[in-house]
């Protein structure tokens, strides 16, 4: 068998009628026997041509079809705008503009957001070809302008054939998606293809696809055109600066065509993808049942993934990217993909690393890390995506994106213990639990990822009744810094799992947390908007409320920009783990006395509600500027402090969490996390680092520790602040004996 493209052979329908329940019954059936792809012809209504303008559109044929399987990959092959190409691949003459010609102007844009918008929607499952024309070249050129939503720029294209002024990028789709030419074997339809595709489909006539060669007598016609077009597609390929096996070479066969006529289309033509064009339901089981296993026995050789040439255009220096394993080859996203917008920023901070890899396994995380640990650049460890502080991105270094980990498992319902992988967000935590009548305190923010918040701390809604996140952990599974995969507990690993707890991200990568959770129903959820002008009063009397009051309640102050003409306003949210009114309004009624009340919402919710965050892509950009203390009491020192710090604009987002209560009933030393003794955590957002520093380093003296997920201080002297002398001493013993390389740096670095 001829190894030249070493592509994995797959095996097709191409479907030829449009009626959509027959379609999705043919689709259904072709997933049920392992076909790998089903493909739809989509041409645009030309004048004369009543039938095709009846026709179904293919996208929304697609659709229809895409919510009835569940496996199988979607294809549409499409005409552009202009005529086809003929057999030697040239197009008719050029003739005056015409009202529908700047009607199809647009197809290509809309051709790439609809196949953009149905790959996110089935999660990575469609193709699409564009049938060879004169202004093919363009259209595919545009297709991947707008899917290249990594760019900020508009997408801007002045052809002979199309001009795009100026368009928004995007959607970006799921995967990188696969874009063929289809077309007869006329030299300048195959050097187009050798330049601009992915996929090369042979095809009887360029005028459409749906017109199959005959079977019977004629494999040696196909396979001596297959290869016949694979010379000239090698070398324009070679010539463009291509790797050849970049180019699957496919070929539309009909269903009377046996196996020994298609072998050699296989072994000696490297045709990668094999297309039966058949709407009958008896061909398309007896193919699959009597042809298909031999096709499929003949191209078990060993296959190779090979980018793109604009792939490698973009990648960045420094980076194997030829040593990425193979279990990871897939799923890794480098700068020249599609999905290269979706994993690049964080919540805050723009990043633009040369390779992201999204493992979907404890193995595959351990061979993410044994790979990136080869590597000279940096590297950064991402759950969930949110990272206020930034570290989970970074620009021309390598990120292990845990997304893909995202399990919530009860293990034993009787002690209420559930298992979570790092890259669940917090909303699907609450979700999940809430059936059992169970929460965790995790935050206030339900899209923040369960990886990052679960190693540093937790500082909650119900951290004043039920303390940290890290109070309840019972045991974590972890990939160290040489690979290898441990358990920690308070028995195995102990020393370990007091490091995990606080300072997680210094020794390695959790690939799972147990936790066990607490009972807990609806709950009251209160917004109040105050009068904040005199800022220090409100702090010291919020302040003085949250101390007084019983644990079940936990409440969070913002304080914004004062604006022109307006009073400054604070915001106060509020959570009360009671589903009695009276209760509710009990508990409230001190912190709302805490400044002129100007608003105010307040209801009774099951917790999930509370915490529910819809997905969201995450595209921040700068970088971002954050300082963070803990403070034992608003004193009025440090109340006048914060109001001096708000009135000399360098904080546009002034935020101070409760938390007192349960969290100070843990010892001091008992975790990582050595902020017990605090009542307070601050966090101040700003725009300037020079500007921000001088306003928060004036307020040093009135705190007692640091919460390290909202800072972005680099300073030595901010993990003293963060880990007392003994603590740091326990963590730096432990990073020199789990991390003695110090792999694990892009994080609140503690030196080995």
Do not use: C
């Not at 979706?342 to 999204?358: D, E, F, I, K, N």
């Not at 109040?528 to 644990?551: K, N, S, Y």
């Amino acid at each position: 068998m001829t190894t030249r493209y070493a592509h994995p052979l797959r095996l097709g329908l191409l479907l030829t009628g449009t009626a959509p329940d027959a379609a999705a019954d043919l689709a259904r059936l072709a997933e049920e026997l392992g076909y790998d792809l089903i493909t739809f012809q989509n041409e645009p209504p030309t004048s004369g041509d009543g039938d095709k303008a009846a026709g179904l559109d293919a996208w929304t044929l697609m659709s229809w079809v895409a919510g009835r399987t569940d496996r199988i990959t979607l294809a549409a092959v499409t005409a552009p705008a202009a005529k086809p190409a003929t057999a030697q691949g040239t197009a008719s003459a050029a003739k005056p503009a015409t009202s529908q010609d700047t009607a199809l102007a647009a197809v290509p844009t809309v051709t790439a957001r609809a196949a953009a918008s149905l790959d996110l929607l089935t999660g990575g499952r469609v193709e699409l070809g564009l049938l060879a024309g004169a202004d093919t070249g363009e259209a595919a050129d545009i297709v991947r302008g707008i899917w290249s939503a990594a760019e900020r720029s508009p997408f801007r294209h002045d052809g002979e054939h199309h001009r795009v002024p100026g368009a928004e990028r995007g959607p970006a789709p799921a995967h990188d998606i696969p874009l063929w030419i289809a077309g007869d074997p006329g030299p300048e339809v195959l050097r187009l293809a050798a330049r601009k595709a992915d996929a090369w489909l042979l095809t009887a006539s360029g005028q459409s696809a749906d017109a199959a060669p005959p079977a019977g007598g004629a494999g040696d016609r196909l396979v001596t055109a297959a290869t016949a077009a694979n010379a000239v597609i090698d070398e324009a390929a070679e010539a463009a600066g291509r790797d050849p096996r970049e180019i699957r070479r496919m070929v539309q066969v009909t269903g009377e065509a046996t196996a020994a006529e298609l072998l050699p289309l296989i072994e000696d033509a490297g045709i990668g993808t094999i297309l039966l064009a058949t709407d009958d339901p008896d061909t398309i089981r007896r193919f699959a049942e009597e042809t298909a296993p031999a096709l499929r026995a003949a191209a078990q050789d060993k296959t190779t993934q090979v980018k793109s040439l604009f792939v490698r255009k973009h990648r960045h220096p420094g980076i194997d990217y030829d040593a990425v394993p193979a279990s990871l080859a897939a799923s890794a996203v480098e700068p020249g993909d599609p999905g290269y917008a979706r994993v690049r920023s964080t919540y805050l901070r723009g990043g633009s690393p040369g390779l992201v890899l999204r493992p979907g396994t404890p193995d595959e995380v351990s061979e993410a890390v044994r790979y990136a640990r080869t590597q000279p650049v940096k590297l950064s460890i991402r759950s969930g995506g949110h990272g206020i502080s930034g570290r989970s991105t970074n620009h021309g270094g390598i990120v292990i994106d845990l997304s893909r980990l995202h399990a919530i498992d009860v293990l034993d319902k009787e002690t209420r213990r559930v298992r979570i992988e790092p890259g669940a967000r917090w909303s699907d935590v609450a979700a999940a639990l809430a059936p059992h009548g169970w929460a965790l305190s995790s935050g206030d923010y339900g899209g923040v990822g369960v990886g990052g918040l679960a190693t540093s701390g937790g500082i909650g809604w119900f951290v004043r009744e039920h303390g940290l996140t890290i109070d309840h952990l019972k045991a974590v599974e972890m990939v160290l810094a040489d690979g290898t995969r441990v358990r920690a507990d308070e028995e195995e690993n102990a020393e370990l799992f007091w490091g995990v707890r606080g300072a997680g991200a210094n020794f390695g990568i959790v690939t799972a947390f147990e936790f066990e959770v607490d009972e807990v129903g609806d709950v009251g959820f209160a917004q109040f908007v105050v009068d904040a002008t005199d800022t220090a009063g409100l702090l010291e009397r919020w302040g003085a409320a949250m101390e007084a009051a019983p644990r079940d309640l936990t409440s969070a102050l913002i304080i914004g920009r004062a604006r022109p003409g307006q009073p400054l306003m604070g915001q106060i949210m509020a959570v009360v783990d009671s589903d009695d009114a009276e209760t509710i309004v009990a508990r409230l009624q001190p912190i709302a006395a805490a400044a002129p009340l100007l608003d105010y919402s307040i209801q009774v919710l099951p917790y999930d509600a509370v915490m529910h965050v819809p997905p969201a892509a995450h595209e921040g950009r700068g970088e971002p500027v954050t300082r963070s203390g803990l403070a034992d009491h608003l004193t009025p020192e440090l109340a006048a402090a914060a109001q001096r710090l708000v009135a000399s604009g360098q904080t546009y987002f002034f935020h101070i969490r409760g938390i007192g209560g349960a969290s100070r009933d843990v010892p001091w030393d008992a975790t990582a996390y050595a902020g017990r003794s605090a009542n307070f955590q601050l966090v101040a957002f700003g725009h300037s680092r020079r500007g921000l520093d001088a306003a928060w380093d004036a307020m040093l003296g009135h705190f007692s520790g640091l919460y390290i997920n909202f800072e972005t201080d680099q300073r030595p002297a901010r993990l003293l602040q963060a880990y007392p002398e003994p603590t740091l001493r326990r963590l730096r013993e432990l990073k020199r004996r789990y991390d003695p390389g110090n792999v694990f740096r892009d994080n609140f670095a503690i030196e080995p």
